[in-house]
């Protein structure tokens, strides 16, 4: 997605601000799907849609009532809240004054502007990447869902709790076991969101090739393992350098900041994946795989 497609996002709901919109709505109005549109506008502003659409609406109500225009029951219903107890709860929330409050003169108030979005010229930072091509392939895999609203939340550890889980519950390495020494490498596997879906799904498992055991594969599934199948793609193959999963929010950034902007590529709704490798390169904690296509 191109920063002008964010623009064209950011005006849109400045447009609409006054209906009831949400993510979704501004996503289709440049053709994107939610998923997609919520996680580059996340990690390009910091702030999902939602949460801008609020914080715009919080300010315009302040500004009327400051001025006297408009009633806190006006306000409530012109801004889309349900009650004027919920209004209110928001309000003092977002200034720190309720809105009986903020009618009288001299109290404090936020004011959050609209985002102009500009493009910043920093250091010619070196970002390699390849691009791959992999026809549909099959894994075998520990399969949990988990809900939308952590995607970009830097602090929410769910996801590697559940990696710590699977490995004290001995349930990782008979999958690994399936596979021949030297290629026991390990995949992260995460589904697209849906628009009408409150959860993805994350899986941990192997891939089921020519040098896996397929005579066990019945007896894994039987215990609760899933079989996870993706489709035809093209991937932007991203090495992430650390030593913990901190590296892997940063390719994100980087791709959704550096990468979409400049090469003209969008992230697609095929299962994005990382790859921990069994005999993996010094320094690199594992491979991002982002299935991508041409604008």
């Known amino acids: 997605m191109s920063i002008h497609l964010i623009q064209q996002a950011i005006c849109y709901m400045e447009e609409h601000i006054y209906e009831n919109i949400n993510y979704i709505d501004v996503a289709n109005s440049i053709h994107m799907s939610g998923y997609n549109f919520h996680r580059m506008f996340s990690f390009i502003t910091g702030m999902t849609a939602n949460e801008y659409i609020r914080s715009r609406r919080l300010t315009l109500a302040a500004q009327e009532l400051q001025s006297a225009r408009i009633t806190v029951i006006e306000a409530a219903y012109k801004y889309g809240y349900e009650s004027p107890e919920s209004f209110s709860k928001a309000f003092s929330r977002f200034h720190g004054s309720t809105p009986k409050?903020?009618?009288?003169?001299g109290t404090n108030l936020h004011l959050f502007n609209p985002l102009v979005i500009k493009i910043k010229l920093e250091g010619g930072n070196i970002m390699d990447y390849r691009m791959e091509h992999k026809e549909c392939q099959k894994f075998i895999a520990l399969v949990r869902a988990f809900s939308n609203e952590i995607i970009n939340?830097?602090?929410d550890n769910s996801i590697p709790c559940f990696w710590t889980e699977c490995y004290e519950k001995d349930l990782v390495e008979p999958l690994r076991l399936l596979r021949p020494e030297g290629k026991r490498d390990l995949y992260g596997l995460?589904?697209?969101v849906k628009n009408n879906e409150t959860h993805f799904k994350y899986g941990i498992g192997i891939i089921i090739d020519e040098n896996t055991n397929i005579t066990e594969l019945s007896k894994h599934t039987e215990n609760g393992y899933s079989i996870?199948?993706?489709?035809s793609a093209d991937y932007a193959v991203f090495k992430c350098t650390g030593s913990d999963g901190v590296c892997i929010g940063e390719t994100w950034d980087k791709f959704f900041k550096e990468f979409v902007p400049q090469t003209g590529y969008?992230?697609?709704?095929d299962t994005d994946f990382e790859i921990y490798f069994e005999n993996g390169e010094s320094g690199v904690f594992c491979e991002l795989w982002?299935?991508?296509k041409k604008i």
């Open 190 to 192: 995460c589904s697209p």
């Open 266 to 269: 969008t992230q697609t709704e």
């Open 290 to 292: 982002i299935p991508v």
């Open 101 to 105: 409050q903020a009618r009288q003169k």
């Open 153 to 155: 939340d830097d602090n």
């Open 228 to 231: 996870w199948e993706t489709g």
